[in-house]
């Protein structure tokens, strides 16, 4: 079903009772277009979760001429206590629903005749806005933890979904969600964007055509932890009156509150995140999946090579990463902690890697070949965001489609439990489930604090 029909997604969702009969329409003036956009062409998206990442996503969607943001939601209230490594920095910057409400009336404010803007909504509790009728789509930036439910649900009501990177907490969440987006038929963008960029998919389009010979070896380095753990004596601290802390809980265990558990360092917990392992992870493991050409799979074996998790303290992932997987077509995964180590591909002909933006190769004319009318062309999208918007219109598959999340993440989520466990596993992709390990199997999936359920 074409989005440019005369008849909306959101309407046909609804049903035919009443719904054709309320031709919902709004004016373009907070938009700079003159006249109206009828809802065929625009798309009226929500956001949850307007952290730092959040309303880094919520700026590019609002840069899209035909989307409207008309809502978003987070349990921050307002904080300027998120901190962050990048060189632009977010130490001391707002964030949390009212920063971001504020951020989509000002953008609007500025494109109105009358200079002035209201038509955001802001919650604390995103089931309230995935049971608005006029949002079209959403984008899910929250904790790990927090993904799978609001995909599902989101699914459920008929949204096409955003979904921001690590796709998952655990192996099972990510299955419910590829069965949840495929029974509902809603379009799904994972948050990894290196599925949107030139070079990325070039290195992967040399590999793909052998231009290094048939893949041997795959290397990924991620980044240390880059923040420090409170001290192994830390004590509960009162809850902010800006934050809804069992709600940012959610589905995890209950726990005393304490400010190095949420935010940005949530990603060291293990209740919430799977540390660097699934943070950075999950882009390289994407890449390395994609060169591969086991987009739609996984590895068969998976074995630690000296990971390390701390003995005790509030920070529970891992401080070194270091693990293999082996594919059923015999390319082994190397992931390690190395700050500025590079991407590397090897094969039976020669090499080819990518270190700190630097595309070198052996042979050198490897990395400036030119890839033929009649060789393999990999899905070409040049921004992340904006292929999601094409792809609700046309119905189409996007860049990183939720199996692909799924099954990248998964990966990491596999090299996370082999490292814990310190033992060699065999791993079977098509069951998704370890071979005669039922410990492993055990890991595969976590209980949920009632009343939070899949």
Known sequence: MSRDSTISRRCFLRGAAGALAFPYIVSSSALGKAGVIAPSSRIAMGFIGVGGMGTNNMRAFLNQSDVQVVAVCDVV????????????????????????????????????????????????????????????????????????????????????????????????????????????????????????????????????????????????????????????DWKPEPVPDWLDYDMWLGPAPWVPYHKSRCLYTFRFGLDYSGGQTTNLGAHWIDVAQWANGTDLTGPVEVEDLGGEYPADGLFTTATKVHFRARYANGVELVMKTDQDGPMRFEGTEGWIQLQQGQLTSSPESVKDSTIGPDEIHLYKSNDHHRNLIDCIKTRGQTAAPVEVGHRSTSVCHLGNIAMTLKRKLQWDPDNERFIDDEQANRMLSRPMRSPWHL
């Open 77 to 232: 209230k307002a904080s300027n206590e998120y901190g962050h490594w990048y060189k632009k920095g977010w130490q001391g910057a707002w964030f949390g629903r009212e920063p971001a409400r504020k951020i989509v009336e000002d953008h609007y404010a500025k494109k109105s005749q009358s200079g002035r803007y209201k038509g955001c909504d802001a919650y604390n509790d995103f089931r309230n806005l995935l049971s608005r009728d006029d949002i079209d789509a959403v984008c899910i930036t929250t904790p790990d933890h927090w993904h799978a439910i609001p995909v599902v649900m989101a699914a459920a009501a008929g949204k096409d979904i955003y979904c921001e990177k690590p796709l998952t907490l655990t192996v099972a969440e990510g299955r419910a969600m590829v069965e949840a987006v495929r029974r509902y038929g809603v379009v799904f963008q994972t948050g990894t964007q290196r599925r949107s960029s030139q070079q990325f998919r070039f290195i992967c389009e040399l590999v793909r055509n052998e231009r290094i010979g048939r893949l041997k070896k795959i290397i990924t380095s991620i980044g240390k932890n880059n923040k420090e753990a409170p001290a192994k």
